[in-house]
């Protein structure tokens, strides 16, 4: 067991591995991408963070796929970055789509 990896917004991820594709280093981009899922899995986490009483718990392939099949919402997992998409979108309007919704 090694220490806890931050998943979410990694630092790694979101700098050095994203530069390293836009910069078409696309060998050092799947290094830190291997490096960073191996450490997930060295770490021995609970690398899913949905809170649903669920036999799918952490099993990503079925959670996904039950997902794209009901075609109704995301995985929880995805939520965040989605939101994170959609509050920017929506301070265009100063958030009065909430109103409508
Ligand atoms: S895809 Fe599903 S099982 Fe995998 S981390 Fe996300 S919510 Fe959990």
Do not use: W
Request: overall charge negative; glycine content about 6%.
């Amino acid at each position: 067991m090694c220490d806890k990896v931050k998943i979410d917004a990694n630092p790694i991820m979101m700098g050095e591995c994203m530069e390293a594709f836009k910069d078409g280093n696309v060998k050092e981009g799947r290094r830190l991408i291997k490096e960073f899922l191996q450490s997930i899995e060295d770490s021995g986490q609970d690398h899913c963070n949905c809170k649903e009483p669920c036999m799918y718990h952490g099993k990503c392939k079925e959670c996904v796929l039950q997902h794209r099949g009901g075609m109704d919402h995301l995985p929880f997992c995805f939520r965040d970055m989605v939101n994170e998409r959609i509050e920017r979108l929506s301070a265009l309007t100063e958030h009065s789509l909430k109103e409508r919704i």
